[in-house]
């Protein structure tokens, strides 16, 4: 197996009397995709969040690349720089046109010329068929269009995983495939994800690993056949029977 890039292990998240992730574990290797699902309220995004150091844990630990995100040596800036994160709503910034949103991280963060960073950041638009509209502004473009610009928007920070949270869950059904065919190539291509996402048949299709989450616990765990066509647990079962 191939270099481990998240661990979780026993992590406990507690919103004052409120736990909401009970002990949960669980381990992203480079190049894999792994899906988070379960109800409302299980704890996907508060999982996602604490990796992303945007809430602080209660108990166990979480690691990138074996270094523990607790220690008081890492630093934020340089942990957030290699995980990207992408949201339901997509938070472009609605003052800046489409490439120069690409373009913030990049160079302020990264420091990078403009220049060369320019050219990169119109080959993600190619990418997702929008490099005509570079110069456009957010409120120009469709939601679907909004959603895939915030996703290279991330990927420009070139991070070593992507978290990405319901992002097509704001979404007109009809623009959601366009957001998951550019999820589906960045996993062919490699890219390390962790998604929370109520989009099964998505899950199952691109996920080397499924993880089910109740209550902020981790009921089960497993590739896309034994969580969907095999589940060990009654609560899994459930699950997917009202989701299906
Ligand atoms: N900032 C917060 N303060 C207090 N409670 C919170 C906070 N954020 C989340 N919670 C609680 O934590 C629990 C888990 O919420 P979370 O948003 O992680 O669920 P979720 O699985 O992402 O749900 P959904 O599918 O609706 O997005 C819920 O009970 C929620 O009310
Ligand atoms: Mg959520």
């Known amino acids: 197996m191939s270099e481990v890039v998240l661990e979780l292990d026993g992590v406990v998240k507690r919103f004052a009397d409120n736990e909401v992730l009970r002990g949960v574990s669980l381990k992203l290797h480079r190049h894999e995709v792994a899906c988070l ?37 890492i630093d934020p800036d340089l942990v957030r720089r290699h995980i990207g994160m992408v949201f339901q709503s997509f938070n472009l910034f609605p003052h800046l046109s489409v490439i120069d949103n690409i373009l913030l991280g990049p160079v302020y963060a ?6 060369d960073a ?28 909004q959603q895939r610009v915030a996703i290279v928007r991330s990927l420009a920070m070139q991070p070593s995983l992507l978290l990405l949270d319901e992002v097509t869950s704001a ?74």
């Not at 409302?40 to 990138?64: F, H, P, Q, V, W």
């Not at 990264?110 to 220049?115: C, I, N």
Request: with cysteine; charged share 30%; hydrophobic share 40%.
């Open 37 to 73: 699902i379960g109800a409302s309220g299980s704890g996907k995004s508060t999982l996602l969040r604490c990796a992303n150091l945007l809430e602080t844990i209660d108990g166990g630990s979480i690691s990138l690349f074996g270094q523990p995100l607790g220690d008081k040596r």
């Open 110 to 115: 990264l420091k990078r010329k403009r220049a």
């Open 171 to 244: 979404l007109d059904p009809t623009l959601v495939g366009e957001v998951l065919d550019l999820l589906t190539d960045l996993a062919h291509n490699g890219t390390t994800m962790l998604i929370a996402t109520h989009e099964m048949n998505f899950a199952r299709d691109v996920a080397q690993q499924i993880v089910f989450l109740e209550k902020g616990v981790l009921v089960e765990q497993g590739t896309p056949d034994q969580i969907f066509n095999h589940p060990r647990e009654v609560a899994t079962r459930k699950f997917l029977e009202r989701v299906r």
């Open 118 to 145: 320019y050219d990169e950041a119109l080959a993600l638009l190619d990418r997702i068929g929008l490099r005509d509209r570079a110069d456009e502004y957010p409120e120009r473009l469709s939601g679907g269009q």
